[in-house]
């Protein structure tokens, strides 16, 4: 289902890739799904691991635009130099904005740690994935948005996916690789 399909009203959780899908201007679709959200139609959730994982893409989103590295081993690099995460600040700006845009942001707690262990040995899912997932059954909720195809084998979730990604799928993975991308600064 896409994103647009999410019924008004939902409780839906939103993972990663929609936040930077929309904070590099990659989709329109997660951009009006997060103005849904902002408005109050739904009732978004992500949770601080999430949130982790957003500055951290962003962050290397941000340092590849601005020239300060190249892709490839970007963490080598990153760490070789630490003077280019000192300059970087517009990743940060972004990750502070998802509380503004009305999504509730779930902390990290011991019971959603020990359930995601259930969770990856059901579904197969890496540590941050079935920490998601965790987080958003204990916290009641069934709908999740994302471009991870990795959440489609849990029975329990409803997917909603954007569907302009489809025809830009070759960009979507650039963005999340690094290779390219512009991280938005004024909240539009």
Excluded at 31 to 56: I, N, P, W
Excluded at 73 to 84: C, G, M, S, T, V
Excluded at 116 to 125: A, C, N, P, T
Aim: proline share 3%.
């Amino acid at each position: 289902m896409t994103l647009d399909q999410v019924p008004a009203g939902s409780r839906v959780f939103v993972d990663s890739t929609i936040f930077i899908y929309h904070f590099t201007r990659a989709s329109e679709d997660c951009r009006r799904f997060l103005e849904r959200c902002e408005k109050g139609d739904l009732k978004a959730a992500t949770s601080a691991v999430v949130l982790a994982e957003v500055a951290h893409r962003l962050m290397t989103i941000e340092a590849v635009a601005r020239g300060l590295i190249s892709s490839g081993n970007l963490a080598r690099k990153r760490r070789a130099n630490p003077d280019i995460v000192k300059s970087l600040e517009g990743y940060q700006l972004q990750v502070e904005r998802v509380p503004l845009m009305g999504v509730e942001v779930l902390p990290l707690d011991l019971r959603a740690l020990l359930h995601s262990y259930d969770i990856r040995k059901r579904h197969g899912l890496l540590v941050n994935d079935s920490l998601a997932v965790a987080t958003a059954m204990l916290a009641g909720i069934r709908a999740m948005a994302t471009t991870d195809a990795d959440f489609s084998g849990v029975a329990d979730l409803d997917i909603f996916a954007p569907a302009d990604l489809k025809r830009g799928w070759a960009l979507g993975q650039r963005v999340l690789a690094g290779d390219c991308g512009h991280i938005e600064s004024d909240g539009e």
